[in-house]
């Protein structure tokens, strides 16, 4: 059984910076990435990247704001917020799968964490 666990979601102002981290109990996957879900919202894709590469994905509404980064010693994804908008307001998963048609861009989860929650003011 993979267990996720997220750390690093709280409150910040518009502009702020957290940054979330996933560790893994076992590093058997070729993909992890960040999603979320806000009020009322379905969970979207935020960030994504191939174990073991720089392949990484962003969603149009983070890029340029936020970075998805590994500590492959640690089996640690990490996720750099920077430049919050009270929009990025959502609970925050961790996931890990394998890729989709060749690609971790649209992999599909198998295993979430159990979501850490970030909320902007403005």
């Known amino acids: 059984q993979v267990q996720l666990v997220e750390s690093g979601g709280g409150a910040v102002q518009a502009g702020g910076s957290l940054r979330l981290s996933c560790t893994a109990s076992?590093?058997?996957?070729?993909?992890m990435g960040w999603f979320r879900q806000g009020p009322g919202a379905e969970r979207e894709r935020v960030a994504t990247?191939?174990?073991?590469?720089?392949?990484?994905y962003y969603a149009d509404s983070v890029k340029g704001r936020f970075t998805i980064s590994q500590d492959g010693d640690r089996n640690t994804v990490f996720l750099q917020m920077n430049g919050v908008k009270p929009e990025d307001t959502a609970m925050y998963y961790c996931?890990?799968?394998?890729?989709?048609?060749?690609?971790?861009?649209?992999?599909?989860?198998?295993?979430w964490g159990q979501g850490t929650q970030v909320t902007v003011s403005s």
């Open positions: 996931a890990a799968g394998y890729p989709s048609a060749g690609y971790c861009a649209a992999f599909a989860a198998e295993y």
């Open positions: 990247l191939r174990i073991g590469t720089d392949n990484t």
């Open positions: 076992r590093y058997r996957y070729a993909c």
